[in-house]
């Protein structure tokens, strides 16, 4: 995967996600997590690999443009809820501008039903994001993203820029969901504590290469690189013992390459 320097951000990645499966990509800043997420989701072009989703090939290269369809089956949820959302528009308006763009897609079920998927009464549907919690935004951007039922939600750390008492309750509603709607979750962190809880499997990357994968139990019981154990010690309370996760069907929902 390319970077504007001409240097790979990335290289030699292979990450697939199954249905209903979380899987984790975890490593300090720099380590390229970020540019797999906007390559997956279709904001960042690659300069070699594929990204298949349902087995079709979903690759942007360099001064190509994905088709709407192929833009609605990867959604994304940012870091930032104030910033992914379009301060002009209310809440309402937002998701008018997205069912105009994907009316059949969208057509399945009203406004009001679909912030009450995600925990929010329907009268912020006039609000503005300004006029919102941290924990409000981010809950309208899940709903935005699953407005149009992706078949993988890419989660950039959804959570490090909502205050502590927040963040397990917006890391919960991503797991009830996912486990309602069947759809995989990419989960970008450089919290190794945060995809312990939400993850089957993991991804350690470091400086743009998988040094590490595995199952979440697998990782955290016997890592084998010292990087790995690094971010284990980095975790508080990493003693805890770990929540078990039920398996997943192998039929493959993405992979990235």
């Not at 690094?230 to 013992?241: C, M």
Request: glycine share 12%.
């Amino acid at each position: 995967m390319g970077h504007a320097s001409g240097i790979p951000a990335v290289s030699g990645v292979s990450i697939v996600v199954q249905p209903g499966e979380a899987v984790g990509v975890v490593g300090e800043s720099g380590s390229g997590k970020s540019s797999i997420a906007r390559s997956v989701v279709g904001i960042g072009p690659i300069s070699s690999g594929t990204i298949r989703v349902l087995g079709k090939d979903r690759t942007l290269v360099e001064g190509g443009r994905r088709g709407r369809a192929a833009r609605a089956d990867v959604q994304m949820v940012f870091q930032d809820p104030y910033s992914s959302l379009d301060p002009r528009q209310s809440i309402g308006s937002g998701f008018a501008e997205l069912r105009a763009l994907h009316s059949a897609r969208t057509a399945w079920t009203s406004d009001e039903d679909l912030l009450g998927s995600v925990g929010l009464h329907a009268n912020l549907l006039k609000r503005y994001p300004h006029q919102l919690s941290g924990g409000q935004c981010q809950r309208v951007s899940i709903a935005r993203a699953l407005l149009l039922r992706p078949v993988v939600l890419v989660a950039d750390e959804p959570t490090s820029a909502l205050d502590v008492s927040v963040q397990a309750q917006i890391l919960n509603l991503l797991l009830d969901l996912q486990s309602d709607w069947g759809f995989g979750i990419l989960f970008i962190s450089h919290d190794l504590g945060v995809v312990r809880q939400t993850c089957r499997r993991i991804y350690v990357l470091q400086k743009g290469v998988v040094v590490e994968s595995g199952t979440t139990e697998m990782i955290f019981s016997s890592p084998s690189e010292p990087y790995t154990q690094r971010l284990i010690n980095s975790i508080p309370g990493r003693g805890k013992t770990m929540e078990s996760f039920a398996p997943t069907g192998a039929e493959n929902v993405a992979s990235f390459a």
